[in-house]
C-alpha cells in the first residue's frame, strides 16, 4: 500500500517527459539502468587503473609469482606495429623470449584479444530492503555476435521470456518480467544453462508483496461491453483525442473523483487510477504459479465458469487499458522502464497478460454469453508448424497419427477445444516463464489420439523436475531435471525438454516419473563472487605495470586420436528406483536425498554400490499420482560396469565463445586434466560428496606429474604455491572427445559428486577460456568436446 501511495503522490508526473518538451531542454534523461559502468564488460586497462573491488573471503584473485614485477618497464613494440599475426601456435611467439616483460598494450594484444571478459551485476530490487538483490552476468570482447545463449527460435523458447517497456528481444538480462530471465537462460549446448542463468540463480528475491485494498471499485460492466471495449483496443487507444479517451475510460469503466473540479484527463493520472483499481483483493494474481496456465480461467463456457470468466476478461479489460496507455507513443522509452520498475510485481504480471492478448489475439464475435465470443490467435499458423516441427524432432512414437490429427483439428478450427494447455499453445495467451515446456508438450499429449496419452495427464509446471516414458519407445524428461542434463548429448533440447532419450525397463510402458536430487551444498557462487568475477577471471592476471611472458602458456588438450578412436566409454541402461511413499517429495521436485553419494566402483568390488536392479514389482504399470524416483546411469568402461547416481541437482554452463584462439593462460589458473575414461577414479575432487579430498591428485593418475610441469609444459599451468595440492580452486579438466557417452559419462559423474561445470566445445571456445570462465563461475569442473572433430555438428 505504501508504493501504491508514493505512486500516487507523484502522480507519475516527474516519470514521463513527452518528446517535445525533450527536444526543448536539449537533455534527455538517462537511465540509470544504462549507465556504461553497468553495460558490457569494460577494458581490461580501465579494471586496472581503477580500484578493484572487495573480493569475497573464500574466493581468490590470480597471484603473482613474484610481486615485485608489479612495476618495471615492459617491451614495447619497436615498429609499433600491434600484434595481430593471427592464432598463435606456440608460447612465447617466434621472435620473443621467456624471460621477456610487456607493458600493457602489447600484452593486450597477445593475450587478451578476442576472450571473453566477464562482468557481474548486483542490482537492487525496487520496494524492498537492501537484503533483497538480483545478479546478472555479462561478456564481451570476443569480438563477434555470438554468445552463450541458445537462438530463442531454433530452441522454440520465444514465449517463455517478455520484455515489458517494448516490443522485441531483451539486450540485458535485467529487462526481462520473469526473473531469472528466460532470454538469457538455455545454453548453446543441450542441457546446459547460459553464466547468467548460473549467476541469477544465486540472486536472494523478497517474498510477494501484498497489496492492501485502495479503495478505488470499478464501475460495473457486463460481457458484452468488455468485449465490446476489447474489441476497440484492437484498433489501438484513442490518445490523440483527450477527451475521448477520458469518457471511454471514466464513463464505462472508472468512477473519477475529481470530475467537478479536475478530470483526469492526463496520462499519468489516468495511469494511477488504473492501478489503484487493479490493487483491489479480489482479482486474479498471477504472480502464483497455480495461475500462470491462465487459459484454465476461460476455457469452460458453461454457465457454472461465468462468474471466472467474466472476471478475467474484465481484469484483462483494465490491464489493457492500463498498457495502452504506458505504451503511449507520447512517452519515451526511459519514463516507461523507470514506471515499470516502480509498478508493484503483481501489476506487472497483469500487464503481462495485456501484452500477450495485445499481440496474439482478436476479438471476432462476441455476445452476452461466454459461449458466444469467438476469438481469432494470431499466432496459431506458427504455432502449428512449431508443434508440427517439435513432434517431428523428437522424434514423437506416434507421430503420423498424431499430425493426421493435428491437420485435421486445425482444418475443423477446434485445436482450441481440446485442453486448456492446446488453448494456451495455440493462442500464444502464455505468460513468460517456466510454464511454456509444459503447455507445448502437453498440447502435443492432447493431440496425440492414442488412448494411451491417458496415462500422461498429470505433466505439470508445478513439478518440474519430469520426464515420462511413451510407449516403451522413448523417454523424455524437461531441461531442469537432473536426467535430462545428463543425457542431453545423446538427444536434442527443444521447447525446454530433452529427448528423445533412451528407455528404461523401470517405468510402465506410458507413465511419469518425478525426479529426487538434492541441491549441491558446496562451491555456490555468492554476490561477492559475482561482484569480483572481473579480477578473478582476468586473462592478464592481477594489475600489473608489466607481464613477464613466463607467467603464461599456451594450453591445449592432449589430442591423442588413438585413446579416442578407441571409445571405450558406453551407456548400458537408465536406471530409476522408487523413493519411498509415493508422491512424496517437494512441490519443485528437488528433495533431499536419503543418502550422501558414495564411490562409484564396479559391480562386485565391494566399494560404495553395486549396480541398480529394481525388482518389478516395485515398477507401478497404473497411472495414478506420479512417483519420485532416484536416478542412475550406467556404463560400461572397457569392458567393466560403473554405476552413478544422479544424486545432485547440478548446472552445466554452456563457455562463452572466444575468437582468434587460442589463448595463453595466466599460471595461477591452475587446473589438472583427466580423460574421460579415468574420471570414474576421480573421487571427493575439492572436498565433493562430504568426505575429504585428494586436492587434484587421487586416482587419476595426472596429479602430481601435470603440476610438476609448471609453466614449461604444454598440458598443464601451475602456481608455485599450489604445488602440494592444496588449492580447493583447482579446476579438474575433463577431456570427453569422441562418442557422446564420454560427454553424458563426465556430465553424470559431476552429478554423483554435486559438482556443476562448464561445458566447451573446442570449436568455440578454447581451454583457457574455458578455465578462466570457470574460476568466474566459482566451479571447478570442465567438460571439453569437439563436436566439429568428433562429427558432431548436428
Known sequence: MEELKELKKKAFGKLFRNKSSAAKDGKPEKDPLRRAS????????????????????????????????????????????????????????????????????????????????????????????????????????????????????????????????????????????????????????????????????????????????????????????????????????????????????????????????????????????????????????????????????????????????????????????????????????????????????????????????????RVDDYGSEPDQVQLRYKLKRRQVKMLKRFAQMMKWPNLNETLESLKRRDADSTLDLVSSHAMAFFSGLVLPGPTFPFLIMNALIDIDPDKATDDLTLLTHAHPNCGFQYRNSYTYWTATSIVGKVLAPTCRSLGGWVGPARPTADLGRNQIARIRSRRPSTHRVTAKDVQSMPERSDPLGPPAQVFPVKEYALVSPDRDDDAYLADLVRIELLSLRPCGGGGGGGGGGTTPSSSTPSSPAPPGLGVGFSSPSPSPSSRPATAGTPRYYDAWVQFAIDGVSWPLRLAFDVAFISAWPCSDGPHPLFFDYAYTPVKADQLVKVRDWNGSGGHSHGHGRGQNGHGGGQQQQGQNGTTGVSSPSTLSGGDEERVLVVEAFGVPDNEVLARAWCAHWGLSAVVADLGRTCMACAIREAYAATVTVVILVDDEQDGRDD
Open 38 to 361: 553497468d553495460g558490457d564488460v569494460v577494458g581490461t586497462h580501465n579494471r586496472r587503473t581503477d580500484g578493484p573491488a572487495e573480493p569475497s573471503p573464500r574466493r581468490r584473485r590470480p597471484r603473482r609469482s613474484d610481486p615485485g614485477i608489479t612495476k618495471g618497464k615492459g617491451r614495447e613494440d619497436p615498429h609499433g606495429a600491434p600484434y595481430d599475426q593471427g592464432p598463435l601456435t606456440e608460447w612465447p611467439p617466434s621472435g620473443m623470449s621467456s624471460s621477456e616483460e610487456l607493458n600493457l598494450g602489447p600484452a593486450m594484444q597477445l593475450i587478451s584479444r578476442g576472450v571473453p571478459a566477464f562482468k557481474g551485476h548486483k542490482k537492487t530490487i525496487p520496494h524492498t530492503l537492501d537484503d533483497h538483490y538480483a545478479l546478472f552476468a555479462t561478456a564481451a570482447g570476443n569480438r563477434g555476435d555470438e554468445t552463450d545463449a541458445a537462438n530463442q527460435h531454433d530452441s522454440m523458447t520465444q514465449l517463455m521470456t517478455l520484455r515489458l517497456a517494448e516490443a522485441g528481444p531483451a539486450t540485458y538480462p535485467w529487462e526481462t518480467l520473469e526473473q531469472p530471465s528466460y532470454s538469457f537462460c538455455f545454453g548453446k549446448r543441450p542441457g546446459t544453462i547460459t553464466l547468467n542463468h548460473w549467476v541469477s540463480q544465486a540472486s536472494v528475491f523478497p517474498p510477494p508483496i501484498k497489496l492492501l485494498d485502495s479503495g478505488v471499485a470499478p464501475r460495473v460492466i457486463d460481457l458484452e461491453g468488455i468485449f465490446a471495449r476489447l474489441k476497440e483496443l484492437d484498433r489501438g487507444l484513442e490518445d490523440d483525442d483527450e477527451d475521448l479517451m477520458y469518457r471511454n475510460l471514466y464513463k464505462r469503466l472508472l468512477k473519477d473523483p475529481d470530475k467537478y473540479m479536475n478530470p483526469h484527463k492526463t496520462l499519468d493520472k489516468q495511469i494511477t487510477d488504473l492501478i489503484m483499481v487493479l490493487s483491489r483483493p479480489g482479482w486474479l494474481d498471477f504472480t502464483e504459479p497455480k495461475n500462470q496456465v491462465i487459459t484454465r480461467f476461460i476455457f469452460d463456457t458453461i454457465p457454472a465458469n461465468k462468474p471466472t470468466y467474466h472476471k478475467f476478461f474484465h481484469q484483462l479489460l483494465l490491464s489493457l487499458e492500463l498498457e495502452h496507455r504506458i505504451q503511449s507513443r507520447h512517452h519515451m522509452i526511459e519514463a516507461k522502464e523507470r514506471l515499470l520498475a516502480q509498478i508493484p510485481p503483481r501489476i506487472q504480471w497483469d500487464l503481462a497478460l495485456a501484452r500477450r492478448w495485445r499481440d496474439n489475439i
